[in-house]
């Protein structure tokens, strides 16, 4: 009885305890001297896929260093796919407390009302940026730029169609990467350290790989292209080898750049007044050796949510601990904060714990008898220091059986029953009951500039995404008068808007006139200029590719400008006249706030 109703209160519980922590700052870090936080996040990177784990496919040195030289969390948790452990990360709240459903069409965003750990550490005083795939949010003030982050390299969406001189965002202007992805994204880290090496700094690096599609640079893939794999996943015909072998290149570029990133830090001597974090945001994206887990991304089984995680911080971590304690993304908030000396005071209770006594060495626990949840589309499993329940109510002993093969239910039967209780009280208390209806924000004089992505926008009639995955997608088949795409927006600051679409069209379709309307407004302008270049990316996949789009340049048409009222409603998009066979491809519409009459919506 003592347990279940420990069980009963764990929730509120871990809220009240983080609440109350978040209050107070530590004394960890140096008055005067605050150290810098670097943090560097995977995408789709699982628990095997590091030799400091046992996979000898691989070599990992930089983060194995990194590990030898601080803490190895044993059991970290995340959510099993993207934009959920982002979200955890930033606000330490369970996703769906955040308003992040998915991963696409903006399901991502994360609600405006969450504080997130780069307004906390801005409001400290320190510089702060992210140089990656942000992915909770695209418009203004889902931005990067308006969560806490003053500098912003990358892109916002949930993948990206190429990683060779990339079309990316800098601030609010698209401009061409240089490089393979991961290279060029830590260029602008290293220049942001090196730039910011006299004051407090917080640098935010989240890689879009080993995310599909699988391209790497040949220096890096020729060690595996016929490589021998002899760790296999357990069930070896489900493996995709040629899969396996880019993502283990993928992997070791990260490790290359991780190691670039630490000798910045120690050519700046910065190395010991800087706290370096590396984890990955869910398991691995297919079945390929990781430590005989079951389950892989989008599952909520060890294989799909426990992910690495390392923290250094010299003099202040001990080398080599290895914590037991479990651990998951929704605590970074508050260790970070806490070993920081970064004060504040979170609006919103949290989820996660203040695990720094842990780090320090204070203590080998805290919240001992603590639960950890994964939740995804309506599956949730827990687990707590030994067992896991998973989402068809099972109950496994992770301490004698990790892969999770024999149900314990019946040995254990208090045990299951209490973290089922925990389970439907997450439920209740967590889950969201109603549909996401949120509309695109558009018009904010502080960022007047608003890209709408076809990610977005609703095709109607013969429309349709270029790729079954519409993250980096775009509009195409448009063949009939009839046929428009909309997008749901809510215009913040009413005025001028001058509108920009990018789109392709083939010289017979030449003549094409767009029309642009909202709350009875409209602006038309005529396709006069043919531009029409070849799809590309299929010339750097290492495996072919599943869902993603293959990309393509457009070129930016002034429409016109439009006067826009401060509501909600539908922006659409139609050609009133096609003289070809087809209309345009369509990829973004940039609407850009000119004047406005000073009657923003609150």
């Given at each position: 009885m003592k347990r279940e109703a420990a069980v009963k209160t764990v929730l509120l519980a871990c809220v009240t305890l983080s609440f109350g922590l978040l209050n107070v700052?530590?004394?960890?870090?140096?008055?005067?001297n605050?150290?810098?936080?670097?943090?560097?996040l995977a995408d789709d990177q699982g628990w095997g896929d590091l030799s400091v784990h046992g996979n000898h496919n691989l070599s990992t040195p930089n983060i194995d260093r990194l590990a030898a030289q601080g803490a190895l969390f044993e059991r970290f948790y995340v959510s099993p796919l993207c934009a959920p452990t982002r979200a955890e990360f930033l606000a330490g709240r369970y996703h769906p407390r955040t308003g992040v459903r998915g991963v696409t069409r903006g399901a991502e965003r994360m609600n405006l009302n969450e504080y997130t750990i780069a307004q906390a550490f801005r409001a400290a005083g320190y510089a702060t940026a992210i140089f990656g795939k942000w992915h909770n949010g695209s418009q203004y003030p889902y931005h990067p730029l308006a969560r806490g982050f003053q500098e912003f390299y990358g892109f916002t969406s949930g993948h990206w169609g190429i990683y060779f001189d990339p079309p990316l965002e800098s601030g609010s202007e698209i401009v061409r990467g240089r490089g393979y992805i991961t290279d060029d994204l830590t260029n602008h880290a290293i220049d942001f350290i090196k730039r910011h090496r006299s004051e407090p700094f917080f640098c935010y690096v989240a890689y879009n790989t080993p995310h599909t599609p699988l391209q790497v640079p040949h220096k890096f893939y020729e060690k595996f292209a016929s490589a021998e794999i002899a760790q296999r996943y357990h069930v070896k015909e489900r493996e995709d080898i040629a899969f396996t072998r880019a993502v283990l290149a993928m992997c070791e570029n990260i490790d290359w750049n991780v190691g670039r990133l630490l000798e910045t830090l120690r050519e700046c001597e910065l190395e010991t007044n800087t706290i370096v974090v590396y984890f990955s945001d869910n398991g691995p994206n297919s079945w390929r050796w990781?430590?005989?887990?079951?389950?892989?991304?989008?599952?909520?089984?060890?294989?799909?949510?426990?992910?690495p995680c390392i923290i250094r911080w010299p003099g202040h971590i001990?080398?080599?601990?290895?914590?037991t304690q479990i651990a998951a993304a929704i605590d970074l908030f508050p260790t970070l904060a806490s070993l920081a000396g970064v004060p504040y005071k979170a609006p919103l209770p949290v989820d996660g714990i203040d695990l720094s006594p842990v780090l320090l060495g204070k203590q080998k626990f805290v919240a001992r008898d603590r639960l950890i949840f994964a939740h995804q589309a309506g599956q949730v499993s827990v687990r707590n220091d030994r067992f896991i329940l998973d989402n068809r109510g099972r109950l496994y002993d992770l301490f004698k059986?990790?892969?999770q093969?024999?149900?314990?239910?019946?040995?254990?039967?208090?045990?299951?029953?209490?973290?089922?209780?925990a389970v439907e009280q997450f439920k209740e208390e967590v889950?969201?009951?109603?549909?996401?209806?949120?509309?695109f924000p558009v018009g904010y004089r502080e960022f007047p500039v608003t890209y709408l992505p076809a990610r977005d926008g609703v095709p109607h009639g013969n429309i349709e995404w270029s790729g079954k995955a519409p993250n980096c997608s775009f509009f195409t088949h448009w063949t009939s008068p009839e046929d428009?795409?909309?997008?749901?927006?809510?215009?913040?600051?009413?005025?001028?808007?001058e509108v920009v679409v990018y789109y392709t069209c083939r010289p017979q379709d030449v003549g094409v006139v767009l029309r642009a309307s909202f709350a009875g407004r409209s602006v038309e302008g005529k396709i006069t200029e043919a531009f029409d270049p070849p799809l590309h990316g299929q010339e750097f996949d290492r495996v072919p590719r599943q869902g993603e789009s293959y990309v393509k340049d457009f070129k930016p048409f002034v429409l016109g400008v439009i006067e826009l009222p401060a509501q909600r409603g539908l922006l659409e998009l139609r050609a009133v006249n096609i003289p070809g066979e087809r209309a345009i491809d369509l990829r973004w519409v940039k609407l850009t706030l000119k004047t406005s009459d000073d009657k923003s919506r609150p």
């Open positions: 700052a530590t004394q960890a870090g140096e008055p005067g605050p150290p810098n936080i670097v943090i560097v990781n430590g005989g887990m079951r389950g892989r991304k989008g599952f909520t089984d060890e294989g799909g949510v426990r992910v001990p080398s080599g601990l290895r914590v059986d990790p892969g093969t024999q149900d314990v239910s019946a040995q254990f039967p208090d045990v299951a029953e209490s973290l089922r209780k889950l969201p009951k109603e549909p996401d209806t949120r509309p428009s795409i909309t997008w749901d927006i809510d215009v913040h600051t009413p005025g001028l808007y």
